[in-house]
């Protein structure tokens, strides 16, 4: 049996002795990129169940089948921390899913705002990477990404107790730290390339659980700034 680091999502119930169906993708990935047999370990997470140690019993591309072993580590929810942001350049958008999701954002929302550069984005396509960056960082949860919905909506159904971190370049160079914020549920605001237009700053500062945040004095990308935001909550406000 070779030694196996390799993680597998599935969206299949997890339990020891249960046998798990593997799609064409994850056989074709099993059995012909990485060349596992039956017999070899591989280690599967759901999202729900936590990780459990399973072992090929079919090696097949087209109907591969694995045995869960043991429980290796129960479910680690994340914080409950949204992480808002507008879709930019797809190699960009992409990263910034990979790292709020490393990052343990439990929910991903794409927002179009005004100065949204890209607001066609596929869901299904930020949802894969988002559970390829769980299964690399070892995380046993993986964030749902939302549809994209506009950043008005977004603000007219917000909920009363979720508090949001908007990050405004405006404040670039201020002093407006995330200081004295009590821990419950929050979430991040990231603009696009092209920042937020005046309306919508006023409309962010004018919500009730707003707290406008700057992430220093100088002006970060996009991508930076969610690495940078979600590094800033985490460590005062969530599990690190
Ligand atoms: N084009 C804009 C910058 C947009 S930066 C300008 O020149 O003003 C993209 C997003 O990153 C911003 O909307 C904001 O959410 C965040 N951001 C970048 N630097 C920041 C800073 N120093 N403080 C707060 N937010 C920042």
Redesign the pocket.
């Known amino acids: 049996m070779k030694l196996s680091k390799i993680r597998l999502y599935v969206d299949h119930p997890l339990s020891q002795g249960q046998s798990v169906p593997l799609n064409k993708d994850q056989g074709n990935y099993l059995f012909s990129v990485m060349r596992r047999a039956v017999g070899d370990g591989v280690l599967l997470f759901n999202g729900r169940d936590g990780e459990f140690s399973a072992e090929v019993t079919v090696a097949s591309r087209q109907n591969g089948v694995l045995v869960c072993v043991a429980k290796t580590r129960p479910i680690v929810r994340p914080p409950d921390l949204w992480f808002l942001f507008a879709p930019i350049k797809k190699a960009r958008t992409d990263f910034i899913v990979e790292k709020a999701t490393e990052m343990g954002a439990s929910k991903i929302v794409p927002v179009q705002t005004e100065y949204t550069n890209n607001a066609r984005i596929r869901r299904d396509k930020l949802q894969a990477h988002a559970i390829e960056a769980a299964e690399q960082c070892g995380g046993t949860y993986v964030p749902e990404v939302a549809n994209i919905q506009t950043l008005r909506a977004t603000i007219q159904n917000w909920p009363q107790e979720r508090r949001l971190m908007f990050?405004?370049?405006d404040?670039?160079g201020a002093k407006e730290k995330l200081q004295s914020a009590t821990p419950g549920p929050w979430a991040i605001?990231?603009?696009?390339?092209?920042?937020?237009s005046s309306p919508e700053r006023e409309l962010l500062r004018q919500m009730e659980q707003s707290v406008s945040?700057?992430?220093?004095?100088?002006?970060?990308?996009?991508d930076t700034?969610a690495v940078a935001a979600l590094t800033i909550w985490q460590s005062s406000l969530g599990d690190w």
Do not use: H, M, T, Y
Not at 189 to 196: A, C, T
Not at 216 to 221: A, D, K, V
């Open positions: 990050c405004d370049e404040l670039v605001l990231i603009g696009p390339e092209g920042g937020f945040v700057s992430l220093g004095p100088r002006i970060l990308r996009a700034a």
